[in-house]
């Protein structure tokens, strides 16, 4: 029996890792992928004190520093149920396994939805980007796009409209879904244009990096070609929660809702990183929350009864 299971091992379920092994309890790590998104990404800029670095070395230095502990990592195991058996929670995986623990903590994460059009796999982290905070300054000068005209979209264009050359945001609809107060401090940005009612058919490179994108206008029929340097594609976040829809309180966009310790809906139960309600899905404040949702499992156990 684990003292604290963590679900997920990128950098939320790392820090969680450390945390707990650093209080001798039994620590154990369940990870599909050990390192999560961290090995999609490519330089990372924003890790305070770290002034740069690459994903995949981020995520050797996660696994380096949680082995430096005694936890008991389980990688490429995926989970497929969570059950509160009496005051044991059961984490089952897909294999058949079965792991019994008096606390977990759920690090699984999340993925950006993707568009799905030639060239997206190709030049990912060769012009295609999802993050705005992480790679917007790789784009310095540069012209880009923006896919995507909700809140997520609009604000991204905002902020990448102070940093490239210029940006064109795509929005699928007739109209812009963002709020109006975002809508309107787009409009006012003199380089940024909008065009709606626009369906992404490609994004093109020359082999190496983007170097255009197509669009179908779905009023005319009419396919266009836009040259750029980059593709924000803003059309999502979706977090890794299926298989807790039935066990523990989720927001409607499927995020575990948490409280300021990260305590979910199911006692003993707590949730940390992008996979949470907390806003800003970034490195920084997944591992601060992983560390926060370790301490609050901890709390939870020398209060409990339980041994
Ligand atoms: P994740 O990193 O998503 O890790 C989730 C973990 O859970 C993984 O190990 C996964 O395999 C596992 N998992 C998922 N489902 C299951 C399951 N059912 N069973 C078992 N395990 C499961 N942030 C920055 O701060 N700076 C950047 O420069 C930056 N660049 C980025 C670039 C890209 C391309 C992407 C995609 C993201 C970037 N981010 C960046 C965001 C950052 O990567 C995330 O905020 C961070 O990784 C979140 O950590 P996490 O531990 O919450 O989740």
């Not at 019994?100 to 190709?122: C, D, F, H, M, Y």
Request: aromatic share 6%; charged share 25%; proline share 3%.
């Amino acid at each position: 029996v684990f003292d604290v299971l963590i679900v997920g091992g990128g950098p939320a379920g790392a820090a969680a890792a450390i945390y707990a092994a650093r209080k001798g309890i039994r620590t154990g790590v369940l990870a599909e992928r050990f390192g999560g998104q961290v090995l999609d990404t490519l330089a990372i800029e924003n890790f305070i004190s770290v002034k740069e670095t690459e994903g995949p070395k981020f995520a050797i230095a996660l696994e380096q520093h949680v082995k430096e502990y005694d936890v008991d990592i389980m990688n490429t195991q995926r989970a497929s149920k969570l059950v509160k058996v009496g005051k044991r929670i059961e984490v089952q995986t897909e294999s058949g396994a079965v792991l019994k623990a008096k606390s977990v903590i759920l690090a699984t994460g999340a993925r950006w939805r993707e568009i799905n059009v030639p060239g997206e796999q190709e030049y990912r982290n060769h012009g295609v980007a999802y993050c705005p905070h992480c790679d917007g300054p790789l784009f310095k000068g540069k012209r880009v796009s923006v896919i995507g005209g909700g809140n997520s979209g609009v604000e991204a264009a905002i902020d990448l409209a102070g940093l490239v050359s210029h940006v064109t945001l795509i929005e699928f609809g007739a109209e812009l879904r963002a709020d109006a107060v975002l809508q309107r401090k787009l409009r006012s940005l003199p380089n940024v244009k909008v065009i709606t009612s626009a369906q992404t058919t490609e994004i093109h490179g020359d082999g190496k990096k983007v170097n255009a994108l197509s669009y179908t206008d779905r009023n005319t029929n009419e396919s266009h070609k836009v040259e750029l340097e980059g593709v924000f594609v803003q059309i999502g976040l979706v977090p890794n929660t299926e298989w807790l829809k039935d066990t523990i309180t989720l927001s409607r966009h499927g995020e575990i809702e948490v409280d300021a310790r990260g305590q979910t809906s199911l006692p003993g139960v707590f949730a940390a990183g992008d996979v949470t309600t907390v806003p800003y899905k970034q490195i920084i404040i997944a591992t601060g929350e992983g560390a926060k949702a370790a301490l609050s499992a901890f709390d939870h156990l020398i209060r409990s009864d339980d041994d």
